[in-house]
């Protein structure tokens, strides 16, 4: 193994791996190397990295503890709200019932003025008009004893005034 | 490797990407040269920090995109030593980060143009291995004293075929190491090779090098799942070993 041909433009010679004249300084220069990394990670890298994920798992686990709050605050409120809204109609309900009710009411007496009003005045009518029926009778009834009084003197007989009038009430009966 | 024709024909040199080099002149490599080997190192420290530590900066709640990547490496790792070492090898967590932090960026890195591969070479594999087989050993023997042996005595096979057992797991316990980089820098160094010699043929064809030139594409891609999966593999393995160290139950 010629270690000094291994400096310029010589090309290897079998392989180097075996060229155990290097050994010493690769493997010096490997635990310097692997002594440092060591430092580094145990000093400074692993702590760090460790404490960064130990802190995100807390605060996940805080981020999920308060979600579940506000997720059962938030579904309380939507049970009290449900409720006020139930509560709201029926009290409306309520409402619109004494409200229909009263109308009802104030509906009925005003019916029942009405009706009372136009009974009166069909009454009243009712008489008017056989006062009128009666009127007319009674001068239909005249008007016939005179026609047929001046008949029967047209005709020359002495007109009887008690035997017309029987006659023609008779007749108008009749 | 006789591809010594310089000029002319093909003079296709697969290990040279390999070869450790001092950065300044062309002294000696003693073991305190700045190499290629340091700056390469070097760089996969400096992406570390960028990756883990410059992207956290903020400590944001909400991460911005470099914290989630971190955050994505630190979880990952986490989940992984939790789930297969067990509870006990959290401890060995930084540890762990620290292999596959090194492995993962200098298989990443390496896959760069030009750059230099510092987890082909069997020299750092390997003591990356023997770090992982010392370490799970001598924990292994202070948490359970004697009893550690008690994990190459099978205790659920009849009771003759115990010490054919306990032979087999004896070996198969101080293969590991060797499995264990040999994967890892076998791995890398074949890809990397082969994607050089089909360099060398995309060179040396003319117009037909299209057809090195989409092998390489497609060899580059297979390479970056090789360069995650071998970092993955490394160190699920590592966490397989620690467990017969820290954990109860065995096998």
């Given at each position: 193994?010629?270690?000094?041909?291994?400096?310029?433009?010589?090309?290897?010679?079998?392989?180097?791996?075996?060229?155990?004249?290097?050994?010493?300084?690769?493997?010096?220069?490997?635990?310097?190397?692997?002594?440092?990394?060591?430092?580094?990670?145990?000093?400074?890298?692993?702590p760090r990295i460790g404490a960064?994920?130990?802190?995100?798992?807390?605060?996940?686990?805080n981020d999920l503890a308060a979600a579940e709050e506000?997720?059962?605050?938030?579904?309380?409120?939507?049970?009290?709200?449900?409720?006020?809204?139930?509560n709201a109609r029926t009290e409306a309900a309520k409402i619109v019932a004494q409200a229909k009710a009263e109308i009802q009411k104030d509906l009925d007496a005003a019916t029942a003025k009405a009706d009372a009003e136009i009974a009166a005045k069909a009454a009243e009518s009712e008489r008017t008009i056989a006062e009128i029926r009666d009127g007319a009778a009674q001068a239909v009834a005249e008007v016939a004893r005179d026609v047929a009084a001046e008949l029967v003197a047209a005709l020359g007989q002495a007109a009887d005034?008690?035997?017309?009038?029987?006659?023609?009430?008779?007749?108008?009966?009749? | 490797m006789a591809t010594e024709e310089h000029g002319s024909g093909l003079a296709i040199h697969p290990m040279d990407q390999f070869v450790v080099k001092p950065l300044f002149g062309d002294g000696p490599i003693e073991w305190y040269t700045p190499t290629n080997v340091t700056l390469w190192m070097g760089i996969a420290v400096l992406a570390m920090v960028a990756l883990l530590v410059l992207s956290t900066?903020?400590?944001?709640?909400?991460?911005?995109?470099?914290?989630?990547?971190?955050?994505?490496?630190?979880?990952?790792?986490?989940?992984?030593?939790?789930?297969?070492?067990?509870?006990?090898?959290l401890k060995f967590f930084p540890y762990i980060m620290t292999l596959f932090m090194f492995v993962f960026l200098s298989n990443m890195l390496g896959l760069i143009p030009m750059s230099f591969t510092t987890t082909s070479h069997i020299?750092?594999?390997?003591?990356?291995a023997l770090l992982v087989f010392l370490t799970v050993t001598l924990v292994g023997f202070y948490r359970k004293g004697i009893g550690f042996l008690s994990m190459f005595w099978v205790s659920s096979a009849p009771l003759v075929l115990r010490p054919i057992l306990a032979v087999i797991e004896l070996i198969s316990y101080f293969v590991r190491p060797l499995s264990h980089s040999i994967r890892l820098g076998g791995n890398l160094m074949a890809g990397h090779a082969v994607i050089k010699v089909f360099?060398?043929?995309?060179?040396?064809?003319?117009?037909?090098?299209?057809?090195?030139?989409?092998a390489i594409a497609a060899i580059y891609g297979l390479e970056l799942l090789v360069a995650a999966v071998q970092a993955y593999v490394f160190t699920i393995l590592t966490c397989v070993y620690l467990r017969d160290a820290v954990g109860d139950a065995h096998h």
């Open positions: 193994m010629a270690t000094e041909a291994t400096g310029g433009s010589e090309h290897a010679v079998g392989m180097p791996q075996l060229d155990f004249s290097t050994w010493p300084n690769q493997i010096f220069w490997l635990l310097v190397t692997l002594v440092v990394i060591y430092f580094v990670l145990s000093k400074v890298a692993l960064v994920l130990a802190d995100r798992k807390s605060t996940i686990t506000l997720k059962a605050k938030a579904v309380a409120a939507e049970k009290a709200y449900n409720e006020a809204l139930a005034a008690k035997t017309v009038t029987a006659a023609v009430t008779a007749r108008l009966k009749g | 900066r903020r400590r944001a709640i909400v991460p911005s995109r470099g914290q989630s990547v971190a955050e994505l490496f630190y979880g990952f790792i986490h989940k992984m030593v939790e789930d297969v070492a067990g509870h006990e090898g020299a750092v594999t390997a003591v990356l360099a060398g043929f995309a060179g040396a064809m003319g117009i037909a090098s299209v057809v090195p030139i989409a």
